[in-house]
């Protein structure tokens, strides 16, 4: 593993995107992604001399606001989830016993 | 030892109609799991949130209450964290660091202490509008050891207000009585329903002179509010008494044992992500929306109608108990309109009525537990004409009334005193054996006697304490006169 | 190659008796049976009785004389990144395979109401992640005009469909380019409309502050067609523009003597020489006719490729944070909730989904998102500003893309090289502008296209210039052979 100097880096974006990611995957993704932030840094350069504020909505048009009700009920039951008693039900903690 | 509380106040927009960005309801009390739920409020993919209406008109009044800041436009950001009950792992609010702009800015709130009938203020930092997540129902070991987590979205998408104060508060009371103060104004306004259970959450940042802040989170009731501060208060108290340092953290409010707990540590800074939300464009804020806003918020004014009462000579404690539930300060003003005595109206509705209530279990915010204004003149020109006295309103009227509220005053009028006296003559005439006993020191003879009086009274309501008063004249006449 | 009818035109010989609904599906289902194999280009297909089905009951209803909608009879291919409730819905993502949606897409409900009949879900880069459609879980699509090449993408498989005549119509999504570069390696026609014209509303997200569902055709007025009815305000989408559809199908053929070209040379530089000779050899036409040629240079654009991806990533990193394993088919198995999620998004997600999440998650964060993210917001300002003034007085003409189709395989082992090919199409999605990817000719058996770029709004401009060029090359309807 020390093709790639920035695995604790790439451990903690993996850790906030949530994805667990296999030692071969790590460092492909190490590779190619601190190559490509590399490049990308030309935006952070090139806004340094800008006076500009940011561009979040491409019109600077402001939204509108919601004023009728229109059904869309959905049937949780439909979806691929697995349901109990009308409840989503998801793994927690895994029935091992942690103090917290 | 100098504390200081600031909290952050979590308050659904119950009466907001529908979510904030989807048309499901945003009161789903009563609904069966994940049956308020649309691929919005689900975050399926594709589906758009659209900003509701009405949840912007009851924020902006929230706004106006609280003296804010009011800023031209909003803007919704996105805050990120996984968890089962965010369906999209990203919750909608206003993260003013990364270009959100919230609804409200450095405002206060003046509010009445009513322990010590003194006014206080509190600064208000912020007021964001977010979504609420759905509900997640532990099994077996809870939030730490249960294997699975079942989750019901109904409340997903429901409008929050986040309220956040500066760290003004220098005592538990304080902090409780503020927030019943705040809950009572966005009532008021028509915001919400304070009773709904689930309806707010409070957290709590507090720290003593000298040490770190340390929050409280997960805080469920106003009473809670008080209990839980003064938990963390002698916790702390008992750290720097023992000569350690309280270390900053974050703590969980355990209702059921009454303890605050540590929540486990993160190894580095939580890291939420945020950005504006692509998907909402900026809210205008117009002079027109801000301008009927001031107007609403000056008819609800809580310290204004209070003081109002107070101007008609009614003392402050009963002046405050009508204001605290609404209905009844409705009615009241209805009422003194009417040209009703003041104070003697205030003392009905704001004391007796209430509590006439409280004894039945009745519901005080239900409207239909309350009488029509012109009942509760009746009942005052009775007292103010002194056709009747104070106490036979309060003991034989007001609880027909309160099993009755629609209930007409004159059907259920009782018998007064002058047509009694014929039939406790004759009583006492006819019934010769018991006043015998009577006479001789039976006292339980008394009761037979009133017995006989009621049930030739018949169906007409009379107060049996008038009734023994009234024989227990004649009678002690009668053995005199022996 | 060969020519077929345009769209529009099959509609009116379907009205006339001319042309038969029936016999009409039949003969698509035949290029599809012929092609599908090789190509690849669905992802999930009606069933042909349903579809013939349809077909009859259309054909009868024309023969009664009922009240048909605008589309009656046309067979419509939709990119698998759109919500259908009676197809799969995968954005070509593991992920979501299988995933049928509990509800339409705005734009699908638009088609069916116009009579339209949709055929089948296009193949696509995972989560329209890509250019050449070869990241897709459901494996690449070729390019019918040589089957050892990419279609383009991400949305390759609209193009290929289209290019193969295995539809009529297509609906694509552009946030980058993903549609126009597929249009330009297929010889058929894509328009990216002004961002908010069409209703993003069942759209399943990569890059929401920059894309638009866009409609793709084989000719220029069969684009306009499917834009007018796809187009207009949605109360379901909050970046909705206030505006009715736009009339862009009666627009006429504009008069060279009356074009503005402004030809920027950050989006001309670079090309390959066979594109490069192509697109002046139409602009020197142009000119020739009478159209007035501006030259200009705006040095911002050399960093609008990075502004782009940056914002793109960041976006994606949030619209992908929602498959976690609860409402979505591929599901960890692990009984613990942070390692079942983690699990769920490693077996789910491809490598370049993975990528981009990651590089999002990068630009977002504390401490690199002023240098990044919020970064590339700034500069996309600029450059907005700069393309909204020069489309006030010019159609910008540009290259769709700096090298004509590769080979499978050619360019996906490094992303900057596939990046690049998005060089001159970012532009447009950056501004919010409308551009329109038409066919100018071919090297060999592979296609050339052109782009034209207008100012909000002005999708009829380049409806009329796009007739022009038409006119001049002679493209239009063509399909493979
Ligand atoms: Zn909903």
């Known amino acids: 593993m020390s093709e790639c100097r920035h695995l604790d880096l790439i451990d903690k974006l993996a850790d906030l995107a949530k994805i667990t990611l296999s030692d071969e995957e790590k460092l492909n993704l190490c590779r190619d992604i601190v190559r490509i932030a590399e490049y990308l840094r030309a935006v952070g350069e090139a806004a340094r001399d800008l006076n500009v504020d940011p561009l979040y909505y491409v019109w600077d048009k402001w939204g509108f606001l919601r004023d009728y009700n229109r059904d869309r009920f959905i049937i949780i039951s439909n979806l691929p989830t697995k349901v109990k008693d009308g409840y989503v039900i998801v793994p927690w903690r895994g029935g091992k016993i942690e103090e917290g | 030892m100098k504390v200081m509380i600031g909290l952050e106040i979590h308050v659904q927009m119950s009466e907001a109609g529908s979510k904030l960005f989807c048309d499901c309801k945003a009161n789903y009390r009563g609904m069966k799991p994940n049956t308020n739920v649309c691929p919005v409020c689900l975050g399926l993919p594709g589906a758009l949130p659209v900003v509701n209406k009405r949840s912007i008109e009851l924020a902006l009044l929230a706004a106006v209450a609280f003296k804010c800041n009011i800023p031209r436009y909003i803007v919704f950001t996105r805050k990120h964290y996984f968890y089962p009950d965010l369906p999209k792992n990203y919750q909608i609010s206003m993260y003013e660091k990364a270009g959100g702009i919230p609804i409200c800015r450095g405002g206060y709130v003046k509010y009445l202490d009513v322990n010590s009938w003194e006014w206080r203020e509190c600064r208000i930092r912020r007021i964001n509008i977010e979504e609420d997540p759905g509900r997640t129902v532990y099994e077996e070991g809870g939030i730490v050891r249960s294997p699975y987590a079942l989750v019901d979205y109904n409340r997903s998408g429901v409008p929050l207000l986040e309220v956040i104060t500066e760290p003004d508060i220098n005592s538990p009371r304080e902090a409780r009585t503020l927030v019943e103060y705040i809950l009572l104004t966005l009532e008021y306004l028509g915001i919400t329903n304070p009773r709904l259970e689930g309806v707010f959450r409070v957290d709590a940042n507090i720290s003593i002179e000298g040490g770190e802040r340390v929050e409280v989170k997960n805080i469920g009731s106003t009473m809670d509010i008080e209990k839980a501060l003064n938990y963390e208060i002698m916790r702390q108290a008992m750290i720097i008494n023992s000569g350690s340092k309280v270390e900053r953290e974050t703590r969980h409010w355990d209702a059921e044992k009454g303890v605050t707990r540590p929540l486990r540590h993160k190894e580095y800074e939580e890291e939420y992500l945020y950005f504006p939300d692509p998907d909402l464009p900026p809210i205008l804020i117009s002079e027109d929306m801000v301008t009927k806003a001031k107007e609403i918020v000056l008819g609800f004014d809580i310290t204004i109608l209070y003081e109002n009462i107070l101007k008609l000579g009614v003392p402050r404690d009963i002046a405050w108990s009508i204001v605290t539930i609404k209905p009844s300060l409705d009615v009241y003003i209805k009422t003194v309109k009417l040209g009703a005595d003041p104070l003697v109206a205030a003392k009905i509705l704001g004391i007796d009525y209430k509590g006439e209530l409280k004894e039945r279990n009745m519901d005080l915010y239900e409207y239909n537990n309350w009488p029509p204004p012109e009942t509760v003149y009746e009942l005052v020109r009775l007292v103010v004409d002194k056709i009747y006295t104070y106490d036979t309103v309060k003991g034989l009227l007001i609880p027909k009334i309160a099993e009755n509220p629609k209930v007409d005053v004159r059907s259920i009028l009782p018998e007064k005193a002058e047509n009694i006296e014929d039939i406790i003559d004759s009583v006492i005439r006819e019934e010769e054996k018991a006043v015998k006993d009577y006479l001789s020191g039976k006292k339980q003879a008394l009761n037979y006697l009133i017995g006989m009086v009621i049930r030739r009274v018949g169906k007409r309501a009379v107060d049996p304490r008038v009734i023994r008063e009234a024989l227990e004249n004649k009678l002690s006449k009668l053995k005199s006169s022996m | ?481």
């Open chain 3, 1 to 481: 190659m060969r020519k077929v009818k345009q769209s529009w035109e099959l509609v009116e010989d379907f009205m006339n008796g001319i042309e038969d609904p029936v016999e009409h599906i039949y003969r698509v289902l035949d290029s599809i049976n012929r092609w599908e194999s090789m190509v690849n280009a669905y992802i999930s297909l009606e069933s042909p009785d349903i579809l013939i089905e349809k077909a009859e009951e259309i054909s009868r209803r024309i023969r009664r004389g009922e009240r048909v909608g605008r589309l009656v009879g046309l067979i419509v291919s939709v990119k698998d990144n759109i919500c259908t409730s009676f197809l799969p819905t995968t954005a070509a993502s593991k992920i979501l395979d299988p995933y049928i949606p509990p509800y339409d897409a705005t734009v699908v409900e638009r088609l069916l109401r116009e009579d339209a009949i949709i055929v089948g879900k296009t193949n696509l880069d995972e989560f329209a992640m890509g250019s050449t459609t070869e990241l897709s879980s459901f494996g690449p699509t070729r390019n019918p005009w040589d089957l050892d090449r990419v279609p383009g993408g991400s949305s390759g498989g609209s193009a290929a469909s289209l290019s193969y005549g295995g539809a009529d119509l297509s609906l694509g999504s552009d946030t980058g380019g993903s549609a126009r570069l597929p249009a330009a390696y297929t010889a058929t026609v894509g328009l990216k409309p002004t961002y908010g014209l069409v209703s993003r509303y069942g759209l399943i997200p990569y890059g929401n502050s920059l894309e638009q569902i866009s409609p793709m055709a084989r000719s220029v007025k069969d684009v306009a067609l499917l834009l007018d009815i796809i187009g207009g305000f949605d109360p379901l989408d909050a970046t909705s523009l206030n505006v009715d559809s736009l009339n862009t199908f009666n627009s006429i053929k504009a008069d060279a003597r009356d074009l503005k070209i402004c030809i920027l040379k950050e989006m001309v530089e670079g090309a390959d020489s066979p594109i490069n000779s192509m697109f002046w050899k139409i602009i020197e036409k142009l000119e020739s006719e009478g159209a007035n040629i501006e030259y200009y240079s705006l040095p911002i654009l050399s960093k609008a490729l990075p502004t782009y991806y940056t914002i793109a990533f960041a976006e994606a990193a949030s619209n992908l944070a929602r498959y976690a394993g609860i409402f979505y088919p591929t599901k960890g198995s692990s009984s613990s909730w942070e390692e079942y999620i983690g699990e769920s998004r490693f077996k789910g997600f491809g490598r370049e989904v993975k990528r981009r999440i990651m590089l999002g998650v990068y630009a977002l964060s504390e401490g690199y998102r002023d240098e990044y993210y919020v970064a590339a917001t700034k500069v996309r300002r600029v450059i907005r500003d700069e393309i909204v003034k020069l489309t006030s007085k010019c159609i910008i003409a540009s290259q769709v893309s700096p090298i004509l189709p590769p080979r499978l395989g050619e360019r996906i082992d490094d992303p900057l090289k596939l990046y690049y090919m998005d060089m001159y199409t970012v532009v447009a999605n950056l501004a919010g502008v409308p551009a329109l990817a038409q066919p100018i000719g071919f090297h060999g058996d592979l296609p050339i296209g052109i782009q034209w770029i207008g100012g909000p709004l002005e999708e009829s401009k380049l409806i009329s210039i796009g007739l022009l060029i038409e006119d001049i090359t002679g493209l239009r309807g063509v399909i493979v052979d």
